[in-house]
């Protein structure tokens, strides 16, 4: 979920809609990371200010 974030993050760049598909799955992401313990936060967290900068 968190490379998916940052793909569509970098779609935005040429799809602005695909950017708020960035943001989404980035918090999707960053909370499913915080439960399992899982690694990949720093892949969402990229997704999202990508996003939100897009």
Request: with cysteine.
């Amino acid at each position: 979920m968190a490379v998916a974030a940052f793909a569509l993050s970098v779609l935005g760049c040429l799809l602005a809609p695909a950017a708020l598909g960035g943001v989404v799955c980035g918090h999707i992401a960053r909370n499913q990371i915080r439960r399992s313990g899982e690694a990949g936060n720093s892949w969402a967290l990229a997704g999202l200010i990508l996003g939100y900068l897009l």
